[in-house]
């Protein structure tokens, strides 16, 4: 058998770090995604539900916040319980065994002052010499990756 899923979205929500009974971390967010449009139809969008476990679980609830643009890869999982009112309520889910931060929002002021520091560009950071003024379609169009050792999830 099968089980794989694979999806790119947005999280609709901070995500929410909770612990077992035993210490382990469980992260659980939303992800939507847009359908694609026909003719003049509104936008309308999928919204599902995602669970992390452990050190995945703690990495999502660090680095992402709503808004946050994250591929994940997992495993389709439907189960039930009993609500409070005695109903039984079914849920579907995907179990993520991987997240991959594609775009994440900046939390607190601190860490947003901190962001902004780090990517802002100086257009006169780089001058061409004005012997050779050659047209470079490349120059100056994009400021350059600055990208820092707890950048990367490995």
């Known amino acids: 058998m099968i089980n794989r899923v694979v999806l790119i979205g947005r999280m609709t929500r901070d995500p929410e770090l909770r612990r077992t009974q035993n210490g ?3 992260t659980s967010f939303t ?3 847009n359908r694609p449009k026909r003719n003049d139809e509104e936008q309308q969008a999928d ?4 669970v992390t476990w452990n050190k995945v679980a703690e990495n999502v609830e660090k680095y992402c916040s709503k808004g ?3 591929g994940v890869e997992g495993r389709l999982r439907s189960r039930s319980y009993d609500n409070a009112q005695g109903q039984r309520v079914y849920v579907t889910e995907v179990v993520c065994d991987s997240v991959q931060f594609l775009e994440t929002k900046p939390r607190g002021k601190y860490e947003e002052q901190q962001y902004h520091s780090q990517s802002t560009y100086n257009p006169n950071q780089y001058q ?7 047209q470079d379609s490349f120059m100056n169009e994009n400021p350059p990756f600055n990208i820092m050792e707890d950048d990367i999830q490995f």
């Open 24 to 26: 382990s971390a469980v």
């Open 31 to 33: 992800l939507a995604m």
């Open 47 to 50: 919204y599902i539900s995602c």
């Open 68 to 70: 946050s643009l994250v």
């Open 128 to 134: 061409q010499p004005k012997q050779n003024q050659q």
